[in-house]
């Protein structure tokens, strides 16, 4: 082999090690991402869950106030 294909393979060489590197490390983040948001959405369903239940909790109170206002008389 002549010096420049030599050269070549080696640089070849180095490019594709070099782009599986940037690969694990993409595949790595994107996951890191991911299981962010998939604590950020489950963080604001519990919020939502919260907030519902509170409604619900003032609801009841009111309708129980109501019933007792309406025995009272």
Do not use: N, P, Q, Y
């Not at 010096?3 to 782009?19: M, N, P, S, W, Y």
């Not at 939502?48 to 609801?59: H, S, V």
């Amino acid at each position: 082999m002549t010096r420049k294909a030599l050269l070549a393979v080696a640089l070849g060489t180095l490019l594709a090690g070099v782009g599986c590197s940037h690969t694990r490390e993409g595949a790595k983040a994107d996951a890191e991402r991911a299981a962010e948001k998939t604590g950020d959405t489950a963080e604001k369903a519990g919020d939502k869950a919260e907030d519902a239940a509170e409604k619900t909790g003032d609801a009841m109170e009111k309708a129980g106030d109501k019933v007792e206002d309406a025995t009272d008389d």
